[in-house]
């Protein structure tokens, strides 16, 4: 299949950086792929994806109405449409400099009215793509199956009530796997969405853990069988479309991993908007994953406190992108995983021209983070905090806790001893003014 040149956004420039006094809409203010922030390039560090979903399928609908988005490729239906997402999927993401990828299956090939069928749409969609990265210098960091949409998913994929759907299912992820080895994708990622229950009244959930982590199993085993070795993510979500999900954040699906013995093959992709879902921040979820050594990749992208939904917003909160990028740095970086934009422009942003804005926003903020992040660990701002707050535990019986060399009887005896107990103050309002303070000054780092 011969690669086309495709002009579905032939009104918009190649995006290149221009530096924070630039007030060219079509242009990075921050993010400069080639500036070695941490030793290492931007580009690096970062190492940015296009949701294809988000990006080339979203119509901009929400649960209470319909799509709103004006696209170049509107008019086309089945594979025709398909064929044409590709064309303006290579355009887009070579405009905005994205190193990486990733989809669903049904993000880039129809269903069709079979497995069957619907495998051979996947074969030449992915054949199409295999052809266009053979001169592009994007790659694909990661794919999964969409195990939620289809009705048959109704109660779930791997944790369904029905065998059937469960052999679909697991069908669905095989093909998965041989799409991305064929694309030589970094990782794989294993689906949220519907893997949990309504309620309890009607549910085995003894057995539903117990067939997902068998699945799990079966997937690594194929993975080693094919001679693929992506590095398989898991996705927490607390709800929605479930009531509750049993990948609730990084804790609950830690537990599940070493439950059932597959903590040595499994990291976390964490989302923004699922962990304030959660009711954790992004960077708790993160650094619950960091601490375990399970953080894998991230999905870029925020929510909005007003709703209880995933919004899905891209990220321009520069006190999340900052304190989500040192976790990121004191991860040592992201290693095959990235930064993926699973966000969606807002509904009233309709124009195919607020894509490359809302992918720009997002980039420029990570890029603040980023080199804020990196001058407070060179600083050792946090690190400093943390050792004057604790450092009772240096010396004297502080240190036997910390050791674990001491003993109720010896802890007795040292608080039996002490006439008062001096406390020091927290701060938290001048760490946080002080982290102001490095926001404001991003364009001297």
Known sequence: MTKTQSAYFKQVPQIAYEGAASTNSYAFKYYNPEEKVGGKTMEEQLRFSVAYWHT????????????????????LSGMDLAKARVEAAFEFIEKVQAPFFCFHDIDIAPEGSSLRETNQNLDTIVSMIKEYMKTSNTKLLWNTANMFTHPRFVSGAATSSNADVYAHAAAKVKKGLEVGKELGAENYVFWGGREGYETLLNTDMKLEFDNLAKFYHMAIDYAKEINFDPQFLIEPKPKEPTTHQYDFDVATSTSFLYQYGLQDHFKFNIEANHATLAGHTFEHELRTARTSGMLGSVDANQGDTLLGWDTDEFPTDLYSTTLAMYEILKNDGLGRGGLNFDAKIRRGSFKPEDLFHAHIAGMD?????????NKMIEDNFFEDIVAERYKTFDSGIGAKIKEGTTSFAELEKHALSMDSIDHASGELERIKARINQYLLRVNEL
């Open 56 to 75: 080339l399928t979203q119509d901009a609908a929400d649960p209470f109405g319909a799509g709103t988005a004006e696209r170049p490729w509107d008019h």
């Open 365 to 373: 903020s990570f890029a603040i983070g980023l080199k804020v992040a």
